[in-house]
């Protein structure tokens, strides 16, 4: 089955713990909500917990960077719909989150990476493990001044609702798996530094496909009586 897009909310700035934005997710098959978060700390403020409407989400994987704390958080087969995501976090810092959604999937998802670039560029690039099939999606935020950020590696781009130039700018963004899938942005004005996650996400069987075969085996047995 392929991977689809479904849909992509920004939260805006939030400021307090727990803080609540809304996402909708279509009714399409096979669903998967991925949320990007974007906590801006000196320390390590890795939220203790997300839900979408009252169901637990998953954490993938933290990272910690250039006074930011990264995480990307998932769930399987989200009620569909205008639902609520809940943030909670040990500090009360400002916080960006994208929620973005897709159909098709088998709800694995895999492959964490980061690219945290301590010097002030307008660009920056990230390598994830993949395969053809799946697709890979990444996050980004660009830590001071108003910038509009570009893709330069092929990727969709999905703001959100997010008008550009923002401050911070921040997006995500999804591309078709190979066995290395490269990711890359750039950002107009001055130099930033920037931090970037990213991970993979497995399509889910032809079920359809599947079915057929076993149909098929079915009339030769038959045949063969």
């Not at 939030?14 to 000196?42: D, E, K, Y």
């Not at 205008?82 to 929620?99: E, G, I, L, R």
């Amino acid at each position: 089955m392929a991977i689809a897009f479904d849909n992509a909310t920004d939260s805006g700035a939030q400021n307090g713990s727990p803080f609540t934005f809304s996402h909708t997710t279509g009714n399409g098959s096979n669903r998967l909500l991925l949320l990007f978060i974007h906590n801006t700390t000196g320390t390590n403020d890795n939220p203790s917990s997300v839900t979408y409407d009252g169901v637990a989400m998953t954490q993938l994987g933290t990272t910690n960077g250039n006074g930011w704390t990264e995480s990307i958080w998932y769930l399987a087969n989200p009620n569909s719909g205008a639902k609520t995501v809940s943030v909670t976090s040990t500090n009360s810092n400002f916080s960006y989150c994208t929620a973005i959604s897709f159909t098709g999937c088998s709800g694995v998802v895999d492959n964490y990476t980061t690219n945290i670039q301590i010097g002030s560029n307008n660009s920056c690039t990230m390598n994830v493990s993949s395969a053809t099939g799946n697709v890979v999606v990444d996050g980004i935020i660009i830590h001071s001044g108003s910038h509009t950020l570009s893709v330069t590696g092929g990727q969709t781009i999905e703001l959100g609702g997010l008008a550009q130039p923002a401050n911070p700018a921040r997006s995500v963004s999804f591309l078709a798996g190979a066995a290395t899938t490269t990711m890359s942005w750039s950002w107009d004005g001055t130099a930033q530094t920037s931090n970037q996650i990213g991970c993979e996400i497995v399509a889910a069987p032809n079920v359809v496909f599947t079915k057929n075969i076993i149909a098929l085996q079915a009339v030769n047995r038959a045949a063969t009586y």
